[in-house]
């Protein structure tokens, strides 16, 4: 057995007991010495690999997995615990990142109305005290609450402003629908006074506990429900 297979066998699995690589090793006094180290590697490897988890991660398969291939793929199971340990670490990151990015809210309130397009459909008939009852189980905009009917409520329920927990609401404008979101104050988020597209007018204002975005098709809804909205709300 030349030198460049005794060693790659030597890396590949150490402990090998095959006549021909025996005596390629026990030729030469470095060559033992050689394996012997590797050996050594590969029982601090498995005693590294030997870590107490908790039954329910999925992180123990693979780690058992590992432990039992790791002396046939030594190299291929190296880069898969590192690979792992990236894209946590990207993840993790990556999810900071987001959770700190400023929100352009008309932009969102945009997006909301065209993934739900059924909310402008319905008609739930709800009242305000339900309404309240949402507002409250928020638990972020203190006791903001409404003093009276907004008008007549369509529809109403919970959503998501970019991890910020809010609240969706439709209500009858002066001659259409328009769509309200109630969104707990945070830095991040950013309120322009008027946003538009192709479709949709927008409006936004503030009050003590939370951010008010108004979306419709007439400025003049969008001009009612403000004002209505500022005498009842508090």
Known sequence: M????FRRQAYGEPNCQDDDFLAAMQAAPEREA?????????SKLERALK???????????????QLHQHQTQRRKSGFTLALVASIAFI??????????APVDLGQHALAHVYHETNALTVDQNISF??????????GTLGNAKFTQQP???????????????SL?????????????????????MVLEQAFAD????????????????????ENADLSYVKKEIQQIFI
Request: a negative charge; charged letters at 25%.
């Open 34 to 42: 050689f394996v012997n180290d590797l050996k050594k590697l590969d």
């Open 91 to 100: 993840a993790g990151i990556s999810f900071t990142l987001l959770r700190m």
């Open 2 to 5: 030349d030198e460049l297979k």
């Open 151 to 165: 008008g007549k409520v369509y529809y109403s329920t919970f959503c998501d402003f970019q991890g910020v927990r």
């Open 51 to 65: 870590i107490d988890v908790p039954e329910d991660l999925a992180a123990k398969l693979l780690l058992n997995q």
């Open 168 to 188: 969706h609401l439709v209500v009858q404008g002066e001659h259409s629908k328009v769509t309200l979101f109630i969104v707990p104050i945070e830095e991040r």
């Open 129 to 138: 005290q339900d309404v309240n009852f949402q507002l409250a189980s928020l």
């Open 198 to 217: 192709n479709k949709y007018k927008g409006r936004g204002f503030t009050t003590d506990n939370a951010y008010m975005l108004l979306v419709g098709e």
